[in-house]
Every structure is written in structure tokens, then in C-alpha cells.
């Protein structure tokens, strides 16, 4: 972010890898909220039908959809 800027290409590719990352660790809320920024920093960049946000907004709802649906059981 410091050295490229928060809204370039390559920082949201590392955003969304991190993000990735910490969901395969079971760190699901934090992995939620950074694909969040991720996602609407690409909205502020890219067109809407750019494939990295597509891929990244997708991916968002299905985690958002998962932890719903995990937090449901556990009530």
C-alpha cells in the first residue's frame, strides 16, 4: 500500500491473496472485512465488469454467505 498506493492493481491482488489466506487459517472475520476493502477499493478502480472484481466480489459473498450459515448452527 505504502509503496504502490491502496488502489493499485497489484496491492489489491496482495489484498486478496492475504484475505485468502487468513480464511484458510480460520481467521474469518478478519478475512471478511479485508476482502470488504478489497472489493470496494476495486469498485473505485475498476469497471464493473472487470474480472478481478468479479472474482473478488464473488468470493466475498460466498464467505459472507458461509459465516451466516455457520453462525445460524451455532445458535
Same mark, same amino acid.
Not at 7 to 26: I, R, V, Y
Not at 31 to 44: D, F, G, P, S, Y
Given at each position: 500500500?505504502?509503496? $504502490?498506493? /491502496?488502489?493499485?492493481?497489484?496491492? $489489491?491482488?496482495? &489484498?486478496? %491473496?492475504? +484475505?485468502?489466506?487468513?480464511?484458510? #487459517?480460520?481467521?474469518? /472475520?478478519?478475512?471478511?472485512? $479485508? &476482502?470488504?476493502?478489497? /472489493?470496494?477499493?476495486?469498485?473505485?478502480?475498476?469497471?464493473? %465488469?472487470?474480472? %478481478? $472484481? #468479479?472474482?473478488?466480489?464473488? @468470493?466475498?459473498?460466498?464467505?459472507? +454467505?458461509?459465516?451466516?450459515? @455457520?453462525?445460524? +448452527?451455532?445458535?
Amino acid at each position: 500500500k505504502t509503496k $504502490l498506493g /491502496v488502489d493499485h492493481p497489484s496491492t $489489491l491482488t496482495s &489484498m486478496n %491473496n492475504l +484475505a485468502c489466506t487468513q480464511k484458510s #487459517l480460520g481467521r474469518e /472475520v478478519e478475512a471478511i472485512q $479485508l &476482502m470488504r476493502e478489497c /472489493v470496494q477499493l476495486c469498485q473505485q478502480r475498476f469497471r464493473p %465488469n472487470h474480472p %478481478n $472484481l #468479479l472474482s473478488f466480489s464473488a @468470493a466475498l459473498a460466498q464467505w459472507e +454467505a458461509e459465516h451466516a450459515v @455457520a453462525n445460524l +448452527a451455532i445458535v
